[in-house]
């Protein structure tokens, strides 16, 4: 499973709180990614980094933020949750730190599903 | 913007029939095209990739098969189980390291 964890798994809050979601990689891989998913829609990029305090912005990235102050977590933050945002969330990784090797395949951590009310 | 577009959304096949899932991509300067399947409840994992320099890569009861002219690729399931049940995603890599993702097809094996 390539090392990653995602924390929390499983999380019910209220709108307009903030929620903080962690990806956490053990294997020094460069990219790491952000997904959501949800029914018909398949998996949507919200964020990317390709490196400590590097990142980039995916399709759908309203209503997110993200922040990599180290190489092995990768946080996503909604700022002020909405039903909307009621999904699957999915972290993943490709390449490893060192060796531009598979940049382009990616493995997913188990997900967290977040529930907001 | 680039995209890809994957078909059928369901699929429903006879157990030991084979199953076809084709998907078509609009940038055609992808070079990297992953299959993924999905269980219910569990995370996209990688079955089988295709780079641009071949046609076609086998692995057991699986395959995929791509025309760059027509710009689209195949996954091609034999001799299904059920265990073949799933969600099934295909992607192009498309700029910036990201890969464009098809929106999923049910594999449905039927007993």
């Known amino acids: 499973d390539a090392g990653i964890t995602q924390s929390p798994r499983h999380k019910v809050t209220e709108t307009g709180t903030p929620v903080t979601l962690r990806c956490h990689q053990t294997e020094n891989h460069r990219y790491m990614y952000w997904y959501r998913q949800d029914p018909g829609h398949g998996l949507r990029l919200i964020h990317y980094s390709y490196g400590v305090k590097d990142t980039d912005k995916g399709e759908v990235s309203d209503g997110y933020s993200v922040s990599r102050s180290k190489t092995e977590d990768f946080l996503l933050t909604l700022e002020s949750a909405t039903s909307s945002q009621t999904s699957v969330y999915f972290c993943?990784?490709?390449?490893?730190?060192?060796?531009?090797?598979?940049?382009?395949?990616?493995?997913f951590g188990p997900g967290t599903r977040l529930t907001v009310l | 913007g680039e995209n890809v577009e994957q078909h059928p959304s369901t699929l429903s096949v006879q157990e030991g029939d084979s199953a076809v899932i084709k998907c078509t991509y609009s940038d055609s300067a992808s070079n990297y095209f992953p299959w993924y399947k999905q269980e219910l409840g569990k995370r996209p994992q990688l079955i089988i990739d295709i780079r641009s320099n071949v046609g076609e890569k086998k692995d057991q009861r699986i395959a995929v098969t791509l025309n760059k002219t027509a710009k689209h690729f195949s996954l091609h399931i034999t001799e299904t189980q059920p265990e073949d049940s799933a969600v099934y995603f295909c992607?192009?890599?498309?700029?910036?390291?990201?890969?464009?993702w098809g929106a999923g097809t049910k594999l449905i094996i039927k007993p």
């Open positions: 993943a990784i490709s390449a490893i730190m060192g060796r531009e090797v598979s940049t382009d395949t990616q493995y």
């Open positions: 992607a192009a890599r498309g700029s910036n390291y990201q890969l464009i």
